[in-house]
């Protein structure tokens, strides 16, 4: 019998750093024969971008596929089964595929797929890595603080209910067999432990816990957890395991068009404001600065907004500029779009 292809899945909540770590593992595969499979929420392909212009030569053109705009685990016959069969078909076949989730996905649906018959005999889940922002669950985004919780409870003798973005979070941690606690360098030790601390308290079971900054982590680690996860589904809880489907109400995201930016110092400003005003989540896109021969990435997680220039702009390449914007249900996108200068 052939052996199967593993696959990793890599998730982890909005701006985690799931493209970085898939990044810097590329840049360390050591000649293995990687592909990925990057599935975003919102329109424009970045992160696909962000991945080809790394000029890796372990990554060329073919061994990115892009599902975008769409929920990967609700276009599984559509989209996932016939580019996982795409990439089987060609003559070098990947040794390894590594499927970047959007932020917002749940994993456990998309393991599931991998029981269609088109691919259960040819490809296994080697692992689940989840991605966590060391620096945004240190400031309480993605589970309340213990302490707060229980005043809450001795005033009103109740709890609220978790929140969209506390059931994703959990959801994707309690389907992980590796969770890397990313972006280290933001945080003092003794926040790291809190967020550790909470990480743990949240797992029904072991999970490895893998501390690192800008996704660095070993590639024989990540990519060698030897899981066959797909036949492990009834230790991964999810808050949907009840519901036929599931619903993408909670979240929106809308892309902003901006006019050239001659002051990039002064979009960042006020990239910063609005998204702590608006409440926006994600913002990433590129910019046309002018006079300048590359365009400027710009990446916002929460209020931090980092811009880097990427790549040239290509000769037959329109230099716009544009931005995704994510956020929860019911963020403003006219008052959004207005603030930041949006035509
Ligand atoms: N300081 C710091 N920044 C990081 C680290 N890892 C990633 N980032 C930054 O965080 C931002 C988001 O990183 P991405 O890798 O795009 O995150 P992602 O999880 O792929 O984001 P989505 O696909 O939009 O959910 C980028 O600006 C990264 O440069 C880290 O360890 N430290």
């Known amino acids: 019998m052939l052996s199967k292809t593993p696959a990793t899945i890599v998730t982890g909540f909005l701006g985690a750093g799931k493209t970085t770590l898939i990044r810097s593992l590329l840049e360390r595969a050591g000649g ?19 991945l080809r212009a ?8 073919d061994d ?25 078909a060609r003559p070098q076949p990947p040794e390894h595929i590594i499927i970047e989730t959007s932020g917002l996905a749940l994993p456990k649906p998309l393991v599931q797929a991998f029981h ?17 922002d060391a620096a945004a669950a240190a400031e309480g985004r993605f589970a309340p603080d213990p302490a707060a919780l229980a005043a809450q409870k001795a005033e009103s003798g109740t709890v609220d209910h978790e929140t969209p973005i506390e059931e994703v979070f959990e959801d994707q941690l309690l389907c992980a067999d590796l969770i890397v606690v990313n972006k280290t360098d933001l945080v003092a030790a003794a926040d790291l432990a809190r967020v550790e601390d909470l990480i743990r308290g949240a797992l029904n079971r072991d999970a490895k816990l893998l501390r690192a900054a800008n996704g660095s982590v070993d590639p024989l680690v990540l990519l060698g957890v030897g899981g066959a996860v797909e036949d492990d589904l009834a230790n991964r809880p999810s808050h949907h ?46 910019i046309d600065v002018p006079g300048k021969p590359m365009r400027l990435l710009v ?40 603030a930041v200068g949006g035509v």
């Open 54 to 61: 790394c000029g890796n030569p372990t990554c060329t053109e």
């Open 299 to 338: 990446q916002g997680v929460g209020t931090r907004i980092q811009t880097h220039y990427d790549r040239l702009w290509k000769p037959d390449e329109p230099r716009r500029s544009r931005l995704v914007v994510i956020g929860e249900t019911g963020l403003d996108r006219e008052a959004v779009t207005r």
């Open 64 to 88: 990115v596929i892009e599902l975008a705009n769409g929920c990967l685990c609700c276009t599984v016959a559509d989209d996932f089964v016939p580019a996982i069969e795409k990439l089987l």
């Open 241 to 286: 395991d009840d519901e036929e489907g599931h619903d993408h109400d909670d979240f929106t995201s809308f892309v902003v068009e901006l006019p050239a930016q001659p002051d990039p110092a002064a979009l960042t400003r006020l990239l910063e404001e609005v998204a702590g005003v608006h409440g926006v989540l994600r913002l990433k896109g590129f």
């Open 116 to 132: 269609w018959p088109a691919i259960k005999s040819r490809v296994t889940v080697d692992g689940v890595v989840a991605v966590v």
């Open 32 to 50: 293995r024969r990687l592909a990925l499979i990057i599935n975003e929420f919102g329109d424009v392909g970045i992160d696909g971008e962000i």
